[in-house]
């Protein structure tokens, strides 16, 4: 019986592996990433210590992980991710972020996270696109790792508008109080999953939270930041 083989979500090529999504050529073809600060994510003099930034006002987390620039295709398949009811993007899109944090950990710059958790969308967003496009990121990262994968610790107490249209200021204060967390975390390394970091707000309001619970490191892992 012959099979139809899956293709790549960028060339439609066919792939060898079915479930990479994505094909090693349209991977080599992404944007290079610059050097970066390994704790902030954006543009440094060293990939290996913390910027100026961070060492005059370091951020609520130890490292900052993400697969790509956001910039095409990555960008537009995370649109597609979450925007176009296309969740089946998500493993794919996974496995990068999968592969970057290896680099870091092979090299010695980070711990190995024993907890997941994913940023969390309203309920009534959750309702309305039908998944939380963090959480099907951080599934199958979990599974890979062999980490628990706490989908219920951090919620979405209040409703907020979106933050695109927003100045960084506007963000900050948009999202006070925006979050709560729900599980004792006291000791644990946690990865923390959003889908893309732009001016930090978001991460940095759930990890200040995060925080007060006694945990022993975070890294934030996102699929794009915007540099």
Not at 51 to 67: E, V, Y
Request: net charge positive; aromatic share 6%; proline share 8%.
């Amino acid at each position: 019986m012959l099979t139809i083989a899956s293709r790549c979500w960028l060339c439609q090529q066919p792939l060898h592996i079915a479930r990479h999504g994505l094909c090693n050529l349209c991977i080599r073809h992404f944007p290079p990433l610059p050097l970066c600060c390994p704790r902030c994510g954006l543009p440094s003099g060293s990939a290996l210590q913390s910027c100026g930034r961070c060492l005059i006002k370091p951020p609520a987390w130890q490292s900052l992980i993400f697969a790509g620039v956001y910039l095409p295709p990555l960008s537009t398949l995370l649109l597609r991710l979450k925007f176009s009811s296309t969740p089946e993007l998500a493993e794919p899109l996974a496995r990068l972020l999968l592969l970057r944090w290896l680099e870091r950990w092979r090299d010695g710059n980070v711990v190995r996270p024993n907890t997941i958790l994913s940023v969390p969308l309203h309920l009534h967003r959750h309702r309305q696109r039908g998944y939380n496009q963090a959480e099907l990121l951080a599934r199958p990262l979990a599974r890979w790792l062999g980490c628990e994968y706490l989908p219920y610790a951090l919620e979405r107490c209040r409703a907020t508008p979106p933050q695109q249209q927003l100045s960084e200021t506007e963000r900050k204060l948009n999202l006070k109080r925006a979050f709560c967390c729900k599980q004792d975390l006291e000791g644990k390394h946690i990865a923390l999953i959003d889908d893309v970091v732009t001016t930090g707000s978001t991460i940095s309001e759930v990890s200040k939270i995060l925080n007060k619970n006694n945990i022993a490191s975070l890294q934030v892992w996102c699929i794009c930041r915007t540099l």
